[in-house]
């Protein structure tokens, strides 16, 4: 299985393909200096393989690479896997990121 994660800044959505065929996506807002991620998908047919986590993990390292805009969450799947990797998120704020008012939190590159 062959996976890839696309950017689609008109669609405000990154889009991971599966074997060249689109497997899920994860939507986002932009607002002044922040990036809100909004919904994460993935396809029934891809399930349980992990995709969700390659999906939020590329697109939170874009943003890092590419902006320097805060991340947002207002999913709970990114809320959840970003409580999972504690290292991505800052020690300027403590607990995390609000999956319900969408509180920011600044995320920092970290491995895992």
Request: net charge negative; aromatic share 8%; proline share 3%.
């Amino acid at each position: 299985m062959h996976t890839e994660v696309v950017h689609e800044t008109d669609a405000a959505r990154y889009v991971i393909l599966v074997d060249d065929v689109e497997g899920g996506e994860l939507t986002y807002e932009l607002r002044d200096d922040e990036i809100l991620f909004t919904h994460t998908f993935v396809d029934p047919v891809h399930r349980g393989l992990g995709l969700a986590a390659i999906l939020v993990r590329s697109a939170i390292d874009d943003v890092l690479a590419t902006s320097d805009r805060r991340i947002t969450s207002g999913c709970w799947y990114v809320t959840e896997w970003l409580g999972k990797h504690p290292n991505y998120v800052s020690d300027a704020r403590s607990g995390g990121i609000d999956a319900l008012t969408g509180n920011a939190c600044r995320i920092v590159p970290g491995k895992n």
